[in-house]
């Protein structure tokens, strides 16, 4: 299910340039059971800041297996429903390897702002993955905050991205 918010806000990363861009742009949800909670915090949040959002689930605490919800949202990402994605699991781990298994995706598992920024400044990463169990609601909230200002900063790193879809 789709969800725009009213007024559709541009955020500041609308403006800037980059390979990724965030600013209007539908962003895909998706968690395990050990992260739906953290997930329904940081869709509300995106949704606030005026992104338009997809929710793949999942939505409550039964057992669900990380590989089918990174497959999900990658799956919005390649056939275009949305730009970007962001992926919660337990420690984040195994649901950024799943989603690294496609070749279209450059998912990076961040634990603080920092590294949620320089995701995308020096990596254009285009899923972000974050872990419920190992870092708090606030350092979440932070990363996704830092990740959706940040544009790709390109020149000296856009041919090493470029390098990751040769692999």
Request: aromatic share 4%.
């Amino acid at each position: 299910m789709v969800r725009r918010p009213a007024g559709h806000a541009i955020c500041a990363a609308a403006a800037r340039q980059g390979t990724l861009r965030v600013g209007m742009a539908t962003i895909a949800f998706g968690a395990d059971h050990g992260g739906f909670e953290l997930k329904a915090l940081l869709l509300a949040a995106a949704e606030k800041l005026g992104h338009p959002t997809l929710d793949l689930g999942t939505h409550g605490p039964a057992a669900v297996d990380y590989p089918d919800v990174a497959r999900a949202v990658c799956a919005a990402i390649g056939e275009g429903r949305a730009a970007c994605g962001v992926l919660v699991c337990g420690t984040g781990v195994g649901i950024s390897m799943a989603a690294n298994r496609f070749r279209h995706i450059r998912c990076a598992l961040a634990h603080d702002a920092t590294t949620a920024r320089l995701t995308r400044l020096h990596n254009d990463a285009n899923v972000l993955a974050l872990g419920a169990r190992v870092i708090g609601p606030q350092v979440a909230l932070d990363c996704l905050e830092a990740w959706l200002a940040t544009p790709f900063e390109g020149g000296r790193h856009a041919a090493r991205v470029a390098k990751l879809s040769d692999l």
